[in-house]
């Protein structure tokens, strides 16, 4: 058995540079590499992949400042999100506290509206697969559906029940399928 030590997620800004070696191109986790634990390096790559295919399609100018432009824009976001979700699970007081128990509550209606609302669900599952750019869960017709799942589990949950909405949806189709027996 081996064990793999990860010192800390690293994105090397090439976008950045002023110059780049002609003829050379860096992919994969040469540019960016992310904590395992999220499983998104091979996804990443695959984009990557993805975007030098359109660049060389393109011919239109440096192809090494016009590939590191676009992979920082496929970077980015999941980027950011891997920083909060780091942040979020990090051990800390003062403000980080405050702020970690708020995103907390936020994801914890998140994941309650997506357990009764396919439409949340599936718009989640989007941008968790990178089909969609998380700026799709900030959409008023996004947070309009969220609330109004939420408000729907709260005003159906008999007084007193302490299972969680996800649990019960699944002993209420239990029962339902029991019975059509």
């Not at 590191?68 to 051990?91: G, Y």
């Not at 989640?124 to 109004?148: E, G, N, W």
Request: with cysteine; aromatic share 10%.
């Amino acid at each position: 058995m081996s064990a793999q030590r990860y010192p800390a997620s690293t994105w090397r800004r090439y976008d950045k540079m002023r110059q780049f070696p002609a003829g050379l191109l860096v992919m994969g986790d040469a540019i960016c590499s992310f904590n395992p634990v999220y499983m998104q390096g091979m996804t990443m790559a695959a984009l990557q992949a993805v975007a030098l295919r359109n660049c060389l399609a393109d011919r239109d100018g440096d192809l090494s400042r016009r590939f590191f432009k676009a992979t920082a824009k496929q970077i980015a976001p999941v980027w950011r999100a891997n920083r909060l979700t780091d942040f979020i699970l990090s051990q800390g007081g003062g403000w980080r506290w405050a702020l970690r128990r708020l995103v907390n509550w936020h994801m914890d209606k998140v994941h309650a509206a997506a357990a009764h609302d396919p439409a949340v669900a599936e718009a989640i599952l989007r941008v968790m697969h990178f089909v969609d750019p998380p700026a799709r869960l900030l959409q008023p017709s996004f947070l309009i559906r969220l609330v109004a799942a939420n408000r729907r589990r709260r005003m159906a949950t008999p007084a007193g029940d302490s299972c969680s909405g996800s649990y019960r949806a699944f002993d209420q189709t239990t029962i339902e399928t029991d019975d059509a027996k």
